[in-house]
């Protein structure tokens, strides 16, 4: 397996602009995590999933945020208008049960 | 509410020289599992170690062990004969079946092996 995949690695986009990062999760996996990180705040977790159903989306900072999974082997997270404060890395997780969580390798997002 | 703290954001330490990082956690649970994971440079979060709470043997991988204390819900990382591959932020983390399997993260500590 390739482990969990995320695209793009990074990405620019100019304030106001549609965002969307990707993911796809470890094949067999029932949970899928999005993660932000940032110097002042570390890790956030944004919301989970379990079985493409979201189980948590209470750190989800507000309503431009916007996460689906459509089915197993896929999830986006979408910001609608992005901000210059929503510049971060993006992780994208995914684990089966309570054993460890499989980290992609992020997306660098830099809203200017 | 699950919380896991880790006191000491920053640390060094010699090449060669062994080097222990901090974490306690708060919890209700019984049954939970711990990790540590490393984030170096290219940000890439990695599982260092996984201690399921039901073990009373403290989890060992190579170079790395933990010192699992429940009763004082301690779980503290040694790094034996650091390596310079060893710098990188580190990171506690919980998860229990009982909380949605979500996964709670310490700060981290940042480690610095210095040559």
């Known amino acids: 397996d390739a482990g969990v995949i995320q695209s793009p690695r990074h990405e620019v986009t100019e304030m106001g602009q549609e965002v969307t990062l990707r993911c796809k999760p470890i094949s067999g996996h029932d949970y899928l995590f999005w993660y932000r990180q940032t110097m002042m705040r570390g890790l956030e977790l944004l919301i989970y999933f379990n079985n493409n159903v979201p189980i948590d989306d209470s750190g989800m900072p507000e309503d431009r945020f916007s996460a689906k999974m459509p089915n197993a082997s896929f999830s986006t997270l979408k910001i609608q208008p992005s901000e210059p404060r929503d510049s971060a890395v993006y992780f994208c997780?995914?684990?089966?049960?309570?054993?460890?969580?499989?980290f992609g390798p992020g997306t660098r997002l830099t809203v200017l | 509410a699950q919380t896991v703290t880790q006191s000491q954001p920053e640390m060094s330490v010699q090449e060669a020289e062994t080097v222990t990082l901090s974490c306690t956690y708060d919890?209700?649970?019984?049954?939970?599992?711990l990790f540590w994971y490393k984030q170096p440079p290219s940000r890439q979060m990695i599982l260092v170690i996984r201690q399921e709470a039901y073990k009373q043997q403290n989890a060992t991988e190579n170079r790395f062990s933990v010192n699992f204390q429940k009763a004082a819900k301690s779980f503290s990382l040694k790094i034996s004969d650091s390596q310079l591959g060893d710098t990188a932020m580190y990171f506690c983390a919980f998860t229990s079946a009982n909380t949605g399997n979500q996964f709670y993260f310490g700060t981290g500590t940042s480690l610095t092996v210095i040559p």
């Open positions: 997780a995914s684990s089966f049960v309570a054993f460890e969580q499989f």
């Open positions: 919890t209700s649970e019984n049954n939970y599992y």
